[in-house]
């Protein structure tokens, strides 16, 4: 099988921002991307807010991002990732192309927004129809605009959008809204926002760029024109899933639970992007959450390598685990340094508190603790405090 240090799917903000961060650490970087890369800003013609470019089509910052990770030597391969799996503590990443053995594992798969699948929404994608208010709301100041939805997140983006438009229509199907009460006396407060109640969407229409909104009276049958230069849709946002339901802890809605590092309840596998459970899902926090995979997936490989060829690999070795948080640990690891040397027993210091799962992975319970390893076993083990200890140990 296939084997590589760093596997990351999806080649987005996040995962091309991963390979630029992994290709520097010096990993062997695979980048595995069903699409075009770039990921979902090739659906944009305006990106404003990517810090140090202030004006680039999406697919113009998707290319710079591409041909950075190029600049690295990343390699891409074009494929589909079916499944991921944990075998013998290695990570197997399995695609439409074969299957791949991986020291660690990004998924940076992303997400999407969910259509409201009416007549002219797709193509005015970009071009007054938009799903992001933080995205796009800049562009419509002083523009009258709608909203379609009635949960927490269209009403609460209505609002923000107030900021910049002159007037903001949310048109929900019901007569009240399912967001929560302090969210909904916000906007109905905001002398820019007015619902249209029982209302659904029917038709976008427009010359290129939106001009109105076909709107149908759910209750009265009544069709009408609403001129609106803009329309929000907020009807609901999902990660790309299929390959790792099941296999890494997920939020409500399929979303990755990562901590800060980035990772994942799974060893070795990381999460960046809009594909995490998070609050603001952009370009620049996708591209730091590659960052930070990227770094955090750097340590655990070079710490599995390292501590596989150090502890595991040889017939024979000696090692001492301590934690590096306990004083008394501490010194004891010192007279067993000097003992060491002074008798040239080469016996291999490793911070059990730092390399925990090393610590569980050999099954040691209890530090300070001086071991015999044969071929990655512990044969024999003792609590040791003193140089009379580590003699015994060795005689
Ligand atoms: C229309 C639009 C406008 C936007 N405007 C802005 C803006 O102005 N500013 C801003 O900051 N953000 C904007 N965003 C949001 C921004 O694009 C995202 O936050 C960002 O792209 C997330 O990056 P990502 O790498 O996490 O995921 P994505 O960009 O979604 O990339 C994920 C990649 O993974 C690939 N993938 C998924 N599943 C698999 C699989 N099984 N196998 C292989 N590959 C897979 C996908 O094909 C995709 O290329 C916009 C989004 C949209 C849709």
Redesign the pocket.
């Known amino acids: 099988m296939e084997r590589r240090e760093l596997v990351i799917?999806?080649?987005?903000?996040?995962?091309l921002t991963a390979a630029i961060y992994g290709r520097r650490a010096g990993l062997d970087v695979l980048l595995?991307?069903?699409?075009?890369p770039g990921?979902?800003?090739n659906?944009?013609d305006?990106?404003?807010?990517?810090p140090g470019v202030k004006h680039a089509t999406?697919s113009e910052l998707g290319l710079m991002f591409r041909e950075h990770a190029e600049k690295f030597n990343t390699e891409f391969r074009d494929?589909?990732?079916e499944k991921i799996e944990v075998r013998d503590d290695m990570r197997i990443v399995i695609t439409d192309k074969g299957e791949i053995e991986a020291e660690a594992v990004i998924i940076?798969?992303?997400?999407y927004?969910r259509k409201l699948g009416c007549k002219g929404e797709e193509e005015h994608?970009?071009a007054g129809v938009?799903?992001?208010a933080v995205?796009?709301g800049a562009f419509f100041e002083d523009l009258e605009i709608a909203v379609v939805g009635g949960g927490n997140t269209a009403v609460e983006e209505a609002v923000y959008l107030t900021n910049f438009a002159s007037k903001v229509y949310i048109i929900h199907r019901r007569d009240e809204f399912r967001a929560d009460r302090a969210a909904v006396g916000r906007a109905l407060s905001n002398p820019r926002i007015e619902p249209i109640w029982n209302t659904v969407l029917e038709e976008i229409a427009g010359d290129g760029m939106v001009e109105k909104l076909v709107i149908k009276n759910v209750k009265t049958g009544e069709i009408s024109d609403l001129p609106v230069s803009g329309v929000f849709m907020f009807v609901g946002q999902a990660p790309?899933d299929?390959?790792f339901k099941g296999v890494v802890e997920c939020a409500r809605g399929g979303w990755v639970v990562t901590n800060e590092d980035m990772e994942t309840s799974i060893e070795g596998i990381y999460a960046?992007?809009?594909?995490r459970n998070k609050h603001l899902?952009?370009?620049?926090t996708?591209s730091a959450d590659g960052a930070i995979a990227a770094m955090t997936a750097s340590a655990f490989i070079n710490e599995q390598v390292h501590l596989r060829s150090t502890l595991l690999d040889p017939e024979k070795v000696l090692a001492f685990f301590y934690s590096s948080i306990e004083e008394t640990q501490v010194q004891i690891s010192n007279t067993v340094e000097s003992f060491s040397k002074e008798h040239s027993a080469g016996i291999v210091l490793i911070d059990g508190y730092r390399n925990s799962r090393m610590v569980n992975k050999l099954g040691i319970l209890e530090m300070p603790i001086l071991v015999e390893l044969q071929k990655g076993k512990i044969a024999r083990s003792e609590i040791v405090s003193s140089t009379t200890d580590i003699a015994g140990f060795l005689a």
């Open positions: 799917i999806g080649a987005g903000p996040a995962g595995l991307e069903k699409g075009v990921g979902q800003i659906m944009t305006e990106i404003e807010n990517w999406g494929c589909t990732v940076a798969s992303g997400a927004f994608i970009g938009s799903y992001c995205c796009d790309y299929e390959f960046a992007g809009d594909v899902r952009q370009v620049v996708a």
